[in-house]
């Protein structure tokens, strides 16, 4: 099955600014490389990066997952090809965030909550370090002291410039953030 | 962008019992007919659909969309292309149900649950009346009194007892059934 | 820890009218028998049982719970103690329905969502039998199949006509409907 | 109507370290001024500010509400009088960060999620400056660039070191902190 990574961000963002350029690349980098992409599926750093999931050469309809706050299956960018109307409104970032991997770029208190949801949830987590945001303050920190990976001594938020760190990191990691015990986040 | 319907049913059914029969004949001519699948992800009926999905000559990877109860990714039936982790448990019925359309095939509470969540979700909904399970006992009924769509008088949960008849009202009324004001269910 | 019983109905019925005086007697008399209540949080039959929790001589300030589907925490109804926003529009039906015994009074698809959440999740469940809606339609029927608790072979929706009967099924067996494997209602 | 209170904070801690002492003394305090308390109902700092609670002479019967992540509504701590059996895992970190006001003490990335969903559901929000965790991190900063309440141009997440200031802060705030529109987060 292929893997579905996660993009979280500002919601509203200059067009063709250093957010939306970066978004696009790794949007489009994503699909070059065999992921699909999940994201909120509203506007802002979600939108671009599906927009560059539909430039890649090797994109095909199905590759753009919006999971949206609304129950109304309207309410999405116009480049997402599957939506997921969840009515959860914010509470939704939880969903998106449990992605095989999650990627930050800047973004407010709502991409914080995907990013502290996704570092429970064992998430596999990058976070853009060159835009204004909750990305470049928790790049290359750890969300708080657990040990998630006791195999994986280097396990923190890794920063990322650029698309091409983003496939790396992807390559070395996303087939080993898959430790998910009961399904369950808070163990009783 | 392609319409996703969901599939509701029981969990545990018998390997080509009339179930099996019904929920796979019905993913086939879904994705026969341009239509991509949301489930529970699970087994019985979800597994049958997606099965069918998959037997189609039009399938393309991508058209099984799996809504699962646990924040696991792992936990899904074989056929699933798309897993969406949503560690909502049975809530996660909410999600499946606010499809562009619901079928429901036989079922216990759980399946009862989507139907009662589809029905104030403004959506379309078809039950297979020719199996056991709440899906007969609600076909060609009203869930309430409330008119849902004031221009569609026949409205109700449609009575199905085959792959064509699906297609049929689908025809007739996908387009019709996309109602939602607000985006919220319960109108303060 | 006293138990807490939910409340669930129509939102909107007539003042005075059949439904309201069933769940004003049912609230009073829960609060008479040391019962907490919570219940949706709005109109209709939610606001009577509070209202009749209130004319109590035991009442206390606390004794009603509204878990509301909103995030607002304003939008309950006037006799409501303690206001829970859950954000959850709909869903929120799945935690009012999981509270140690469930009472549907009338009910359109709504209150048939708590119903069929109420059985999975094990609860103790009574229905209004002497009101239209869907609790007479479900009252003294089993919601599917399963065996909940092989001990009480007479288990099912036990159908009651007045506060006296709700109150004899609750020191009959409210101590008895306990059960809850490892917190998850969909056992993967 | 009393107003709710929001502890959040480790959920393991030291018996009676720095964050114990704080927690205590805060639940202590919520109480003798006539506000109720709600949590995630589980251990560490929610527990210490329940026992606090139940310490205070004006403490009565239903003062602590335990907003739990599982259906099983004995997971909860010994102090607890009402418990909300939520079923949603870490979302439910959401709906109890919905209170009247939230106080965050220490934490780890469980705690930063409610902080985060706190400021954009336009809460006042304090967070403990004396004890290490994300409470001391994000104490008199603002988690992200929106102007919440133009009138309140100090509007942060307000620094407080002992339960002396978390009272004057809700002397002086609580009643202004209390605009929320439409009762949805994300404005489509």
Known sequence: ????????????????????????????ALVDNGYRLQSGGLGGVMEAAFAGAKSSEKYKEGDTVAIIPSFDRTMHNEYADIVISTGLDMMRNAIVANADAVIAIGGGSGTLSEIAFAWPMMRLIM???????????VADTRMDQRIRYPEIPEDKVF???????????????ADKYNKFHKGIVIDL
């Open 1 to 28: 099955m292929r893997k579905i990574i996660a993009i979280c961000g500002d919601s509203k963002i200059e067009k063709d600014g250093d957010k939306y350029k970066f978004a696009f690349s790794v949007g489009k």
């Open 127 to 137: 976070a853009c370090n060159c835009v204004d945001g909750w990305s470049s303050k």
């Open 159 to 173: 920063g990322v410039s650029n698309a091409d760190e983003v496939i790396e990191i992807l390559d070395k990691y």
